[in-house]
Every structure is written in C-alpha cells, then in structure tokens.
C-alpha cells in the first residue's frame, strides 16, 4: 500500500519562500513521474512541477518557473517542491503524487496513481 505524508505548508507573506515536503511509502522512487500539483476551490488540479523518470530533467508550469524547484532524494523516499519568491496567486492546495508506470509527460495529473492528503499554501500580499 503506497502512502504519500506531505508537510511544509502555510501562511508567507508575498516574497516568501516555503518547502514542502512528501514521504513516500510502499514506494520506490525510479524510473517514473513525481510530481507536485495545486487545486483551489472550483478549479481543475493544475500540474506545478515534475521530475520525469530519467531524473535529468524537469518540468515546470509556465507561472512558477524560475521560482520553484522540484528534487527528490532516493535515499529518504522524498522528493520536495522548494517555493521561492511567492505570489498571492499561488495560494492553493498542494498535493504531491507519484506513478506506478513510466510516462514521457509527467505534468498530467492523469498520469499518477497514489495522491498525498494535501497541504495548504496561503500567500497574503
């Protein structure tokens, strides 16, 4: 049974940074997707960054490049999502999930089984 525990949500003032945080159970981080999603109320799940299976590289929404960084440490069975330089508008849920099968786009929420319980973000401006 695959379990994913988020932390490092809360309240920052515009300009802030925050690091959250998800360990993975019953999981062994490898060749496939992790990721990093948000939601707020009456919208769709939004994809904010993944690491894709290789571990070379990385993806990023359009919104939060150049101000969040997505890393994983194998090791720990964690992979983090540091948030740098917030803005009002990326107040939101924050979920982190991981896949079971390899993929060549890991932005799409579609492409992961297991989901964390999320974790709230709120920047006051």
């Known amino acids: 049974q695959v379990q994913l525990v988020e932390s490092g949500g809360g309240s920052v003032q515009a300009g802030g940074s925050l690091k959250l945080s998800c360990v993975a159970s019953?999981?062994?981080?490898?060749?496939?997707?992790v990721g990093w999603f948000r939601q707020t109320p009456g919208k769709q799940r939004e994809g904010v960054a993944a690491m894709y299976p290789s571990q070379l590289s990385q993806s990023y929404a359009d919104s939060v490049k150049g101000r969040f960084t997505i890393s994983q440490d194998n090791a720990k069975n964690t992979h983090y999502l540091q948030m740098n330089n917030l803005k009002p508008e990326d107040t939101a849920m924050y979920y982190c999930?991981?896949?079971?099968?390899?993929?060549?786009?890991?932005?799409?929420?579609?492409?992961?089984?297991?989901w964390g319980q999320g974790t709230q973000v709120t920047v006051s401006s």
């Open positions: 999930a991981v896949s079971t099968t390899y993929s060549t786009y890991c932005l799409s929420s579609g492409r992961y089984d297991y």
């Open positions: 019953g999981y062994t981080y490898g060749r496939r997707c």
